[in-house]
């Protein structure tokens, strides 16, 4: 699964660190996120969209084969 995490946190000016405290994670979690090693609960990808104004779907993209 594809993700525009890092994208949008660049539009808004966050560090991974400054995402992390607002969504209530470790920024270890958003870096692992950002490299496709981890795959984030509904209930952070929810939080994620809400904050960056997008879709759940805009920010995780499904690939063939997932």
Excluded: C, H, W
Excluded at 51 to 58: A, I, S
């Amino acid at each position: 699964m594809k993700n525009s995490i890092k994208v949008e946190r660049a539009k808004k000016d966050l560090t991974q660190e400054q995402l992390a405290e607002i969504v209530g994670v470790t920024r270890q979690t958003i870096n692992a996120i950002e490299k496709n090693k981890y795959l984030p609960s509904t209930l952070l990808a929810l939080k994620m969209s809400a904050l960056f104004g997008v879709t759940v779907n805009e920010l995780f993209i499904l690939e063939e084969g997932d």
